[in-house]
Each structure stands twice: as structure tokens, then as C-alpha cells.
């Protein structure tokens, strides 16, 4: 339902279901998330970065992309960033 237009009319929702199953399982059993700032291009689109914790509160980057449609802003794509480095490198 938060999936833009572009997004449900390249697949159909079995195979969206399978790939955020196989790519993004930590959607589906999180504990929690916590939400970045939204960086809104004043054009129609925007990103917003979202960490997502897991049952042992291990931490997932998600960088959302969104647009925003007639219905209001919707989800057009979603990237794992890269975990934050610890400690000295």
C-alpha cells in the first residue's frame, strides 16, 4: 500500500512480496525503527534514512527513497547502507 505507482506496475504482488521476503526480511520482523531527517527536493521526491532493529536490536541502514503521487508520498525504492564503522580505523 506505501509502494509508488511505478514500483506496483513493474511487479505484481506475489513477486514484490517474495523480494522484500528475500531482500528485506528484516521488514517484516522488526522491533522497532528509528527515522532520519527527510530530505525533500521541493521537485516531487525525497529520501529519508530509516534504521530498522531486529528482535536482538542488531540495526539495519535503510535509505527510502519516495515520490509523491496524488494519493500523498509513497515508497519508489529502497537501499541497505552500509553499517556505521566502530572504532578507530
Known amino acids: 500500500g506505501f509502494a509508488s505507482l511505478g514500483i506496483r506496475r513493474q511487479f505484481r504482488a506475489p513477486v514484490f512480496a517474495e523480494m522484500i521476503r528475500r531482500g528485506y526480511p ?7 525503527a ?3 531527517l527527510v530530505r525533500d527536493n521541493r521537485a516531487g521526491r525525497a529520501r529519508v534514512e530509516v534504521t530498522v532493529f531486529d528482535a536482538r536490536d542488531r540495526p539495519t541502514r535503510l535509505l527510502y ?3 509523491e503521487e496524488e ?8 537501499v541497505a547502507l552500509a553499517p556505521p564503522r566502530r572504532g578507530d580505523t
Open 71 to 78: 494519493a500523498g508520498w509513497r515508497v519508489e525504492g529502497v
Open 34 to 36: 528509528e527515522f532520519g
Open 26 to 32: 528484516m521488514l517484516l520482523a522488526h522491533r522497532r
Open 65 to 67: 527513497q519516495l515520490a
